[in-house]
Every structure is written in structure tokens, then in C-alpha cells.
């Protein structure tokens, strides 16, 4: 198994930002170096283990879908090899699970589409028959697919605080109207071209995030992560059963653990046992496996 890294310690450029999985450092005016760690994060708390390999596995998902989905909107990446902007004993911290990329203007909130009734959706559902203010019809089930696939925009969390469902119209106050159109039937489309090609995999999407950021020419360009195992839920088609939570690729497997737990869902989270570690570990690899039919040590 792979040495797991927790945290960056790149003294070649100046840190800008430690999210909950990526650490982020400028590189010139205009670039960042982003770092994909091996951190974990649920209910928007970070984990004080880490996955190994998980990094280089989500790394390696964003970069298969920002290359099949560029037709449709452009996107963050520059190319440029991480291991060429940082110094030489710095390499291997980022090999394998880096990017530099364009430094955007990020747009303020999470541009999520759901195909399927579960997690909070389907919480929301039992409550109110409806989705993020939604209506949806009545009679669906637990992890049941929607008539079409909803847009249901979320509030970017600051690090430790939880993400929260707006409305449409919400966001279209906080970004504009126009913008708040673009995201949606940009998020749609990506959605359904994704769905169809992981299909073919023997894959379900249930639900996933994306999120845009603006350039200085004022191009809308799909920016962070894409379809990864930590944004998206990904299910096995032939196990796929309605009225049941699937068996999942993603990080539902820690979040189940977790709810088993005497847990609060805010810091400081329980500890994950090695089994457990080693479980997740796998689960992100056999997501990486069904979606590309490669693993991280494979090009």
C-alpha cells in the first residue's frame, strides 16, 4: 500500500489555501500548484487518518473526466508538470497527484445534480415530498432514479462548517441570473454525458457536485475536482437495487461507519480503525478500476 500523505510541505512556493483534501500554492500571479493529499473528509469534517492513495486515485479520476467532458465546457488545467514548478527534493509529494492550473475567480456555490433519491435528498423527500424545494412525485423510493436528473445548488462551507442546499432563486441572487442558468444546464449536461459513459461501465452516478470558476477573459471553466469518488456517488449497476442503499464505490462506506459511531458530526471525529482504512482505501482503487480500467500506477 502506498505511504499516505496527510499534508504538503512545499517550502518552493507560497501556500495560499489548505482545504479539506487539497493544498493549494501559487505558482507566479496567475497559476496554482493543487495538491491532492490523502486527507479524507466527512460531513464536512476532516478525518485524523488518511486513505492511502487516495489522493493520486482522485487526481487521476478529475483528470480522465476534465479530458472526456473538455468538449463541453472548458476547464482549470494548463498542462504544465506539477514535478517541473516545485523543487526537486519537493517531487514526490506532489507526483501523481497534482495539477497547476489557471488561477479563477471561483463561483460561490456548488453546482449539484442529482439522478437518484438518496443521502439528503431522500431525507429530504420523506420530509417534505420534495428535494431542495423540488417537487417530486409521490411514492418514490429509497435510492430510486428521478423522473429527470434535479439541479440543487449548495453554498461553498468554509473548512469545518457544513454546506447548505439554496434554492434556484437564491442563487441566482447571489451570482446573477444569467450565470445561475449557465451553471444549471452546464451541470445538467455534464451530468447526463457522464451517466451515459459510466452506464456503459457497469456504473450508476447517483448524484455528484461540480464547480466553476471564471477566468480573466470571463470564460466559465469547470475548475477543483470532476466526477471524483469524494463528489460523487457511484454505485454498481448490477447490484443495484430500489428501496435499498447500494453497495457504494465512494466514500458512503466511511460515512455509514460514522453514523454507527456516537458521533456529533463536528470536530474532533472519531478515530477510523485500520480495517476500516484499508476498506476505503480499496473502494476508491475499484472506483478508479471500473471508471477508467486503470489503477494509479498505470498510465
Given at each position: 500500500m502506498d505511504e499516505a500523505l496527510f499534508e504538503t510541505s512545499i517550502r518552493s512556493l507560497p501556500l495560499v489555501y489548505r482545504g479539506k483534501v487539497r493544498d493549494s500554492y501559487a505558482v507566479g500571479d496567475d497559476r496554482l500548484l493543487i495538491v491532492t493529499t490523502d486527507r479524507l473528509s466527512a460531513f464536512d469534517v476532516v478525518?485524523?487518518?488518511?486513505?492511502?492513495?487516495?489522493?493520486?486515485?482522485?487526481?487521476?479520476?478529475?483528470?480522465?473526466?476534465?479530458?472526456?467532458?473538455?468538449?463541453?465546457?472548458?476547464?482549470?488545467?494548463?498542462?504544465?508538470?506539477?514535478?517541473?514548478?516545485?523543487?526537486?527534493?519537493?517531487?514526490?509529494?506532489?507526483r501523481g497527484r497534482a495539477v497547476v492550473a489557471m488561477k479563477l475567480d471561483p463561483v460561490p456555490a456548488e453546482a449539484v445534480v442529482r439522478g437518484y433519491l438518496i443521502g439528503s435528498g431522500w431525507k429530504d423527500y420523506q420530509a417534505t415530498g420534495s428535494v431542495c424545494g423540488i417537487a417530486l412525485p409521490p411514492g418514490l423510493q429509497m435510492a430510486g432514479k428521478l423522473p429527470q436528473p434535479i439541479f440543487t445548488p449548495a453554498t461553498k462551507a468554509?473548512?469545518?462548517?457544513?454546506?447548505?442546499?439554496?434554492?434556484?432563486e437564491q442563487l441566482a441572487a447571489r451570482v446573477g441570473a444569467d450565470l445561475a442558468a449557465r451553471l444549471r444546464d452546464t451541470a445538467l449536461r455534464l451530468y447526463g454525458v457522464a451517466r451515459e459513459y459510466a452506464e456503459s461501465r457497469g456504473i450508476i452516478i447517483a448524484d455528484t457536485k461540480f464547480e466553476f470558476g471564471i477566468d480573466g477573459d470571463g470564460t466559465l471553466r469547470l475548475m477543483d475536482e470532476v466526477l471524483t469518488a469524494d463528489s460523487s456517488r457511484y454505485?454498481?449497476?448490477?447490484?443495484?437495487?430500489?428501496?435499498?442503499?447500494?453497495?457504494?464505490?465512494?466514500?458512503?462506506?466511511?460515512?455509514?461507519?460514522?453514523?454507527?459511531q456516537p458521533w456529533n458530526k463536528a470536530p474532533p471525529p472519531?478515530?477510523?480503525?485500520?480495517?476500516?482504512i484499508a476498506m476505503t482505501a480499496a473502494k476508491y482503487r475499484d472506483a478508479l478500476r471500473a471508471i477508467t480500467g486503470r489503477d494509479i500506477d498505470q498510465r
Amino acid at each position: 500500500m502506498d505511504e499516505a500523505l496527510f499534508e504538503t510541505s512545499i517550502r518552493s512556493l507560497p501556500l495560499v489555501y489548505r482545504g479539506k483534501v487539497r493544498d493549494s500554492y501559487a505558482v507566479g500571479d496567475d497559476r496554482l500548484l493543487i495538491v491532492t493529499t490523502d486527507r479524507l473528509s466527512a460531513f464536512d469534517v476532516v478525518m485524523r487518518q488518511p486513505i492511502p492513495g487516495k489522493g493520486k486515485v482522485l487526481n487521476a479520476m478529475s483528470n480522465f473526466w476534465f479530458d472526456r467532458l473538455g468538449p463541453i465546457v472548458p476547464n482549470h488545467l494548463t498542462h504544465v508538470p506539477p514535478e517541473e514548478v516545485v523543487a526537486a527534493d519537493e517531487v514526490e509529494q506532489v507526483r501523481g497527484r497534482a495539477v497547476v492550473a489557471m488561477k479563477l475567480d471561483p463561483v460561490p456555490a456548488e453546482a449539484v445534480v442529482r439522478g437518484y433519491l438518496i443521502g439528503s435528498g431522500w431525507k429530504d423527500y420523506q420530509a417534505t415530498g420534495s428535494v431542495c424545494g423540488i417537487a417530486l412525485p409521490p411514492g418514490l423510493q429509497m435510492a430510486g432514479k428521478l423522473p429527470q436528473p434535479i439541479f440543487t445548488p449548495a453554498t461553498k462551507a468554509a473548512l469545518g462548517t457544513h454546506d447548505e442546499n439554496i434554492p434556484f432563486e437564491q442563487l441566482a441572487a447571489r451570482v446573477g441570473a444569467d450565470l445561475a442558468a449557465r451553471l444549471r444546464d452546464t451541470a445538467l449536461r455534464l451530468y447526463g454525458v457522464a451517466r451515459e459513459y459510466a452506464e456503459s461501465r457497469g456504473i450508476i452516478i447517483a448524484d455528484t457536485k461540480f464547480e466553476f470558476g471564471i477566468d480573466g477573459d470571463g470564460t466559465l471553466r469547470l475548475m477543483d475536482e470532476v466526477l471524483t469518488a469524494d463528489s460523487s456517488r457511484y454505485w454498481p449497476a448490477d447490484e443495484y437495487r430500489v428501496g435499498v442503499s447500494p453497495r457504494s464505490y465512494d466514500k458512503q462506506f466511511v460515512r455509514d461507519w460514522l453514523e454507527a459511531q456516537p458521533w456529533n458530526k463536528a470536530p474532533p471525529p472519531p478515530d477510523l480503525p485500520p480495517e476500516i482504512i484499508a476498506m476505503t482505501a480499496a473502494k476508491y482503487r475499484d472506483a478508479l478500476r471500473a471508471i477508467t480500467g486503470r489503477d494509479i500506477d498505470q498510465r
